[in-house]
């Protein structure tokens, strides 16, 4: 089994940054694509950006050149770098792995951008 853990979510005024990590551990051969999701309250779960295991990468428009997604596969770690947070940026953050075609997502991570 896999097990997934996202960290480094807070409180943070609207214009501000924080930085989210996801760490990927358990029966590990050979992780896709890592990516980054998140549901605001009343709303559904929405993607946010992803990188493939050749480093590609790709975002939702709402954070095209704010968000910056990263991964370091020797330590099986995906990174989310938020930039100039808007108070729309709130909710739950939640990391995707997949890998041998199943996918694996951790508990979460709660953003609050105040305005």
């Known amino acids: 089994q896999v097990q997934v853990v996202e960290s480094g979510g807070g409180l943070v005024q609207a214009g501000g940054s924080l930085r989210l990590s996801c760490t990927a551990s358990?029966?590990?051969?050979?992780?896709?694509?890592m990516g980054w999701y998140r549901q605001a309250p009343g709303k559904q779960r929405e993607w946010v950006a992803s990188?493939?295991?050749?480093?590609?990468?790709n975002y939702a428009d709402s954070v095209k050149g704010r968000f910056t997604i990263s991964r370091d596969n020797a330590k099986n770690t995906v990174y989310l770098q938020m930039n100039n947070l808007k108070p729309d940026d709130t909710g739950a953050y939640y990391c995707?792995?997949?890998?041998?075609?199943?996918?694996?997502w951790g508990q979460g991570t709660q953003v609050t951008v105040s305005s």
């Open positions: 990188v493939t295991s050749g480093g590609t990468t």
């Open positions: 358990g029966r590990i051969f050979s992780i896709n694509a």
């Open positions: 995707n792995m997949q890998q041998l075609g199943s996918n694996y």
